[in-house]
């Protein structure tokens, strides 16, 4: 069974630096093929892929956030670590963990929100 | 970057089947069998519900299935069902000079 769980703090003040911990079991992420990605989603919005990485390290970030965002791994803690630079009230948002294979999102972590206030 | 196009609602009885655009370019739907389908349930993670384009995860209704043609992909319900009722989201690679992904709008089923 694969299960994923997101951790950080659930308030950032506006310019701070928020680091998002995805823990995770059931599944290898030095394995061929697999993935975790962080996706957000602002209260009563869509969904938005924010940073993926891949068992060979190979990464794919938003274009439009890439200068803002870090993934890494931990493989041997099955952690994956998102850093996201100078936090402003608009980055509001649940965020999601996710393994991916075939490039699609297969099972999601329960999300946790992070609120961006002064 | 721009979200792929989906309609914003769409609706149908018990029984009925409905079916839910995602409209994309020859960028990212029409240039690659990477289209995923997700359903979400109000206060919940979304769930893989299609991946590329029509393959159903184990566990997934038949009644649900992915099909595309050119540059929209389309997720169909058949046998509508009240717990059918949710949002959907599509999902594909997206080819530029930074490789990525990206979701759709968003649709509101309802069951009427």
């Known amino acids: 069974q694969i299960t994923l769980k997101e951790s950080g703090p659930t308030l950032v003040k506006p310019t701070q630096t928020l680091t998002l911990t995805c823990t995770f079991s059931?599944?290898?992420?030095?394995?061929?093929?697999?993935?975790v990605g962080w996706i957000r989603q602002p209260p009563g919005k869509a969904l938005e892929w924010l940073a993926l990485?891949?068992?060979?390290?190979?990464?794919r970030y938003s274009p439009s956030l890439k200068s803002r965002l870090t993934i890494t791994k931990d493989t041997s803690k099955n952690q994956v670590v998102l850093t996201m630079t100078n936090m402003d009230p608009v980055d509001t948002a649940t965020y999601f963990c996710?393994?991916?294979?075939?490039?699609?999102?297969?099972?999601w972590g329960q999300g946790t929100l992070v609120t961006v206030s002064s | 970057q721009s979200a792929l196009t989906q309609p914003a609602s769409v609706s149908g009885s018990p029984g009925q089947s409905i079916t839910i655009s995602c409209t994309g370019t020859?960028?990212?739907?029409?240039?690659?069998?990477?289209v995923s389908w997700y359903q979400q349930h109000p206060g919940k993670a979304p769930k893989l519900m299609i991946y590329?384009?029509?393959n159903r995860p184990s566990g997934i209704s038949n009644r649900f299935s992915g099909s595309k043609s050119g540059n929209t992909a389309s997720l169909t319900i058949s046998g509508l069902q009240a717990e059918d009722e949710a949002d959907y989201y599509c999902?594909?690679?997206?080819?530029?000079?930074?490789?990525?992904?990206?979701f759709g709008t968003g649709t509101k089923v309802t069951v009427l």
């Open positions: 999902s594909s690679y997206r080819s530029s000079t930074t490789p990525h992904y990206v």
């Open positions: 020859s960028s990212d739907v029409g240039g690659y069998n990477y």
């Open positions: 590329e384009v029509s």
């Open positions: 996710a393994h991916v294979r075939n490039i699609a999102a297969h099972s």
């Open positions: 990485i891949y068992w060979n390290d190979d990464v």
């Open positions: 059931g599944f290898s992420l030095s394995t061929s093929g697999v993935g």
